[in-house]
């Protein structure tokens, strides 16, 4: 089993910025991709930026050059940096781990970003 817990969510208002972080714990592990979805009311869980094993990432359109995905394997974290946030960055962030040798994903809690003046 493995355990995800998230942090750095909050309210900030239009322009500012916040860092999400993921921390994966359990058993004897290996990570293959790690990565951002978020959902916001009444829309699907979207996908905001993944970062594969080998340090590649891929990002929404909606949030190019404004976030920046990066992980720290040796403590098997992931990080969201989020700048020049807007009120539609608002949502229910989630993180997630995909193992390398099973393929299984597992989800974190999730943590709210809201963005109001």
């Known amino acids: 089993q493995v355990q995800l817990v998230e942090s750095g969510g909050g309210l900030v208002q239009p322009g500012g910025s916040l860092r999400l972080s993921c921390a994966a714990s359990?058993?004897?592990?290996?990570?293959?991709?790690m990565g951002w979805y978020r959902q916001a009311p009444g829309k699907q869980r979207e996908l905001v930026a993944l970062?594969?094993?080998?340090?590649?990432?891929n990002y929404a359109d909606s949030v190019k050059d404004r976030f920046t995905i990066s992980r720290d394997n040796a403590k098997n974290t992931v990080y969201l940096q989020m700048n020049s946030l807007k009120p539609e960055d608002t949502a229910l962030y989630y993180c997630?781990?995909?193992?390398?040798?099973?393929?299984?994903?597992?989800w974190g809690q999730g943590t709210q970003v809201t963005v109001s003046s």
């Open positions: 970062i594969a094993s080998g340090g590649s990432t």
């Open positions: 997630y781990v995909q193992l390398l040798t099973t393929m299984r994903i597992y």
């Open positions: 359990g058993s004897r592990f290996s990570i293959n991709a």
